[in-house]
């Protein structure tokens, strides 16, 4: 899991303002880090299928999060994707 230093150098330079921590924005990189961190885990550990499950849910969460993004900000959508290396 992400410790809160963590999670504050993450939502940085995706933040609207210093309090916005639930930002369609901030959620995406969030659960980016998230999932690269599972899939770590998952590369070390390759029969830990329940983690594995946990993952797939991550990854769509994001894929929502990313089509209510591209949505509603197109703009944004696309610099979050560049920002983050998602392919789109």
């Known amino acids: 899991m992400l410790d809160a230093a963590d999670k504050t150098a993450i939502m940085a330079p995706f933040q609207r ?6 930002s369609a924005e901030v959620q995406v990189a969030i659960l980016t880090a998230r ?7 998952l590369v070390t550990f ?8 946990g993952l797939y ?26 920002e983050l290396g998602i392919r789109g």
């Open 46 to 53: 390759p029969k830990d299928f329940h983690s594995r499950r």
């Open 57 to 82: 849910g991550l990854v769509a969460s994001r894929k929502r999060m990313l089509r209510y993004l591209a949505r509603t900000k197109p703009e944004t959508h696309r610099r979050v994707l560049t």
């Open 35 to 41: 999932i690269q961190q599972m899939t770590k885990h």
């Open 17 to 22: 303002d210093e309090k916005d921590t639930g």
